[in-house]
């Protein structure tokens, strides 16, 4: 008895596996950019993330919101956070009144190392020859996908 659902249990029918392969190949991708920073992609995500808050600050640029907005717990966070640390990019300050709460601040080399990425972030997409109309309309997809989950859950 074939009803269609044994297909829908091959692999390359799961979009799970497809999200999560197409996750890896594009973490290998950025691996030759991320050698020249001195940067993992969890440490880049989180860099990423400090620039934009350098620029347009949040009430409180915490480990929390740090957390919230990467979509990872402080377990994840902490080890990640005092790496970037000890390759001085970053600082850590607890909080006067809470000191459960610690705020997150990029360092001056932090800040410096943003000016890095531009241009080998072109060169990846160059070299990768995809088409970047193709990547927004995925990106966005994908954002609409995120939205949908999260209403979900």
Not at 77 to 89: A, H, I, S, V
Not at 95 to 123: W, Y
Request: glycine share 6%; aromatic share 4%.
């Amino acid at each position: 008895m074939n009803d269609g659902s044994v297909d829908a249990l091959k692999l390359d029918s799961q979009l799970c596996f497809k999200l999560y392969a197409a996750s890896r190949a594009v973490v290998r991708g950025y691996k030759p950019m991320l050698d020249r920073l001195g940067l993992t992609y969890p440490q880049y995500l989180v860099m990423l993330v400090l620039w934009e808050w350098q620029a347009a600050p949040p009430p409180l640029p915490t480990v929390k919101a740090l957390g919230e907005r990467l979509a990872l717990d402080s377990g994840t966070l902490t080890p990640l956070l005092k790496r970037l640390e000890q390759l001085q990019l970053v600082q850590r300050q607890r909080s006067g009144r809470d000191e459960r709460e610690v705020h997150l601040s990029l360092s001056d080399s932090g800040l410096a190392l943003r000016a890095q990425v531009p241009p080998l972030k072109a060169a990846l997409l160059c070299d990768s020859g995809v088409d970047l109309d193709s990547l927004d309309q995925l990106r966005d997809g994908l954002d609409r996908l995120l939205q949908q989950i999260k209403v979900l859950s």
